[in-house]
């Protein structure tokens, strides 16, 4: 299998070497290809970043799903009275 990327990291060029893989980048990938043509394009997840899971509606919304920013992950921040079903009520 040949692989175009734009780096590859020492670790992953020797995976794909020792599999009998092929490392290429993009201008190789033109001179090889000008077409494109038995060229598949992959990208990976643009929404993977952590700070994504704080877009969106407002914490606390219901049927929210989104991360309030909170000072601290411990159960006094943010997990009580208002969040929770079991303290009393949820919003």
């Known amino acids: 299998m040949k692989v175009c990327a734009l780096g590859f990291c020492e670790t992953a060029r020797a995976r794909i070497v020792k599999n009998g893989g092929e ?3 993009f201008d190789t990938l033109a001179m090889r290809s000008p077409l494109g043509k038995g060229t598949v394009l992959l990208r990976g997840p643009v929404k993977a970043r952590k700070a994504e899971r704080h ?7 219901p049927n929210s799903t989104t991360a309030p920013h909170v000072r601290s992950k411990g159960r006094k921040f943010e997990k009580a009275r208002g969040r929770r079903r079991s303290r009393g009520f949820k919003v």
């Not at 877009?55 to 919304?61: L, M, W």
């Open 23 to 25: 490392c290429l980048t």
């Open 55 to 61: 877009f969106g509606k407002a914490p606390g919304v």
